[in-house]
């Protein structure tokens, strides 16, 4: 697997694959890779020849009471796995080849930005989108893959190819989870003892949720109340929020009669997790993915 540090080589590598029209597979990350990730690389590699992934730790997403400073950076067991993976190649550049100096160019995709994480994290998404269109821009993939755990995230870049006739297509892939129902993240590795045992409660609180839906239960409130209450049963919880939002527009919906999330954000002591469920209306019933 070859490592690619500056924007030039990374451009010239891609332009390349372009000319002898192969196809391009992105797979972004932010580093600090699980199953979760490695899950994406195998589905980018049924697709696409030459498959990249990226690691860039974001500056621009995480705001000033945030945890950059301790994201975990374990650089030499990303690139194990992913040589494991047999990706073709790796694109890490540091924060002065993404963002050199001068650079005062924004992304901002009004309206889906601003509710649930963007309300909660200002600027995150501003910072998530500016630094997908440059991966975009410069690796230039035909096929980029994302999971569905940071869902309000890949709306907003879908919206963000849309609006901006971009050249790729956004493949959206499952949540990979624990097997004890915990969604991977990187974040995960901070939680430690009790607190990890405490991290399930989301997962339980959308197994209610989708015992509902399953049951054809279509009041949002109704089934944000049995979230709530689940939520409520772990004291080591405390919610930012757990809403349902219909699947487009990512605004409260009254009744559950198109696609529709159930979305959690919580904190486990100093960690802040999130996680969803994705409610389908199938027919008469309604049918819930978890």
Same mark, same amino acid.
């Given at each position: 697997?070859?490592?690619?540090?500056?924007?030039?080589?990374?451009? %010239?590598?891609? $332009? %390349?694959?372009?000319?002898?029209?192969?196809?391009? =597979?992105?797979?972004?990350?932010?580093?600090?890779? *699980?199953?979760?990730?490695?899950?994406?690389?195998? $589905?980018?590699?049924?697709?696409?020849?030459?498959?990249?992934?990226?690691?860039?730790?974001?500056?621009?997403?995480?705001?000033?009471?945030?945890? +950059?400073?301790? /994201?975990?950076?374990?650089?030499? #067991?990303?690139?194990?796995?992913?040589?494991?993976?047999?990706?073709?190649?790796?694109?890490?550049?540091?924060?002065?080849?993404? /963002?050199?100096?001068?650079?005062?160019? /924004?992304?901002?995709?009004? =309206?889906?930005?601003?509710?649930?994480?963007?309300?909660?994290?200002?600027? *995150?998404?501003?910072?998530?989108?500016?630094?997908?269109?440059?991966?975009?821009?410069?690796?230039?993939?035909?096929?980029? /893959?994302? =999971?569905?755990?940071?869902?309000?995230?890949?709306?907003?870049?879908?919206?963000?190819?849309?609006?901006?006739?971009?050249?790729?297509?956004?493949?959206?892939?499952?949540?990979?989870?624990?097997?004890? =129902?915990?969604?991977?993240?990187?974040?995960? #590795?901070? +939680?430690?003892?009790?607190?990890?045992?405490?991290?399930?409660?989301? *997962?339980?609180? +959308?197994?209610?949720?989708?015992?509902?839906?399953?049951?054809?239960?279509?009041?949002?409130?109704?089934?944000?109340?049995?979230?709530?209450?689940?939520?409520?049963?772990?004291?080591?919880?405390?919610?930012?929020?757990? %809403?349902?939002?219909?699947? %487009?527009?990512?605004?409260?919906?009254?009744?559950?009669?198109?696609?529709?999330?159930?979305?959690?954000?919580?904190?486990?002591?100093?960690?802040? +997790?999130?996680?969803?469920?994705?409610?389908?209306?199938?027919?008469?019933?309604?049918?819930?993915?978890?």
């Amino acid at each position: 697997m070859e490592t690619i540090r500056t924007v030039a080589w990374m451009k %010239e590598k891609s $332009r %390349e694959a372009r000319q002898e029209q192969r196809i391009v =597979g992105l797979v972004p990350t932010m580093g600090a890779l *699980h199953a979760g990730h490695m899950a994406l690389v195998e $589905r980018a590699k049924k697709h696409c020849a030459p498959v990249y992934a990226s690691i860039f730790l974001n500056p621009t997403q995480f705001s000033a009471n945030e945890d +950059l400073s301790r /994201y975990p950076r374990p650089i030499e #067991a990303d690139i194990e796995k992913l040589t494991a993976a047999r990706v073709d190649g790796l694109f890490l550049p540091d924060a002065k080849e993404i /963002y050199p100096q001068g650079f005062s160019t /924004y992304v901002h995709v009004e =309206g889906l930005s601003e509710r649930l994480e963007g309300k909660s994290r200002p600027g *995150h998404f501003r910072g998530v989108a500016t630094v997908v269109l440059k991966l975009f821009e410069i690796v230039q993939p035909h096929f980029a /893959y994302f =999971g569905r755990k940071d869902a309000q995230q890949v709306r907003i870049i879908q919206q963000m190819v849309r609006d901006l006739n971009l050249d790729v297509e956004i493949v959206v892939c499952p949540i990979v989870r624990e097997p004890d =129902g915990l969604a991977m993240s990187s974040r995960n #590795a901070y +939680l430690h003892g009790e607190e990890r045992k405490a991290a399930t409660i989301l *997962h339980r609180a +959308l197994e209610a949720a989708a015992t509902e839906a399953k049951a054809g239960v279509r009041d949002s409130l109704e089934v944000q109340r049995t979230m709530n209450k689940v939520l409520a049963s772990e004291p080591r919880a405390r919610v930012d929020y757990a %809403e349902i939002v219909d699947a %487009e527009s990512f605004e409260p919906v009254v009744r559950i009669t198109r696609p529709a999330y159930a979305l959690l954000a919580v904190h486990i002591g100093k960690t802040r +997790l999130i996680d969803n469920l994705l409610m389908t209306p199938e027919g008469e019933e309604l049918a819930a993915e978890l």
